[in-house]
């Protein structure tokens, strides 16, 4: 898995969002900290870092959420509302939990190479069977069950 294309997750909404929240930012500070009582004291190095330094936070931040946003939505999870917790739960511990209880990566459907959820038993592509399953119930089973843990019907071995 290459950094590149975990890259690519990002929806490129969310890079345009950060570009216009960081020239929105930095452009905001530029007219602002002159006119700061405190902060027009500051040396000219300094009023530049804060004017270009610190909206770059907001420009990383913005992808992280955009990456959570693709990386929960191909793994088949709930990525509205991970993506919500990302941003609302403060001190970026949303995002910790987040790559914390993140699902499997999906794996490719061996008969027609779509990507699927590794939760799933059949792909929804095709309908190929990734796994054992319980020909009464249709769920997953282990290949050392003699029974079906969902409905108990016996399995062939
Ligand atoms: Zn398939
Ligand atoms: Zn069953």
Redesign the pocket.
């Known amino acids: 898995m290459s950094f590149r294309k975990e890259l690519g997750v990002i929806p490129r909404a969310a890079w345009i969002i950060a570009g216009l929240c960081y020239v929105g930012m930095a452009t905001l500070a530029w007219f602002l900290v002159p006119t700061d009582h405190e902060m027009s004291q500051w040396p000219r190095g300094g009023q530049l870092a804060f004017t270009f330094l610190l909206p770059l936070f907001f420009f990383l931040i913005i992808p992280l959420y955009g990456y959570i946003y693709g990386d929960s939505k191909r793994r088949a999870m709930r990525y509205v509302m991970w993506t919500l917790l990302a941003i609302f739960v403060p001190d970026l511990i949303g995002v910790i939990i987040y790559f914390i209880l993140r699902d499997p990566l999906p794996v490719d ?1 061996p ?2 190479h ?1 990507p ?1 959820p590794s939760k799933f038993t059949f ?1 929804p ?2 309908g ?1 069977a990734l796994r054992p399953y319980c020909p009464q119930c249709g769920k997953s089973v282990e290949r050392t069950w003699t029974n079906c843990g969902y409905c108990g019907t016996k399995l062939p071995s």
């Open positions: 459907c008969s027609c779509n699927v792909c592509h095709c190929n």
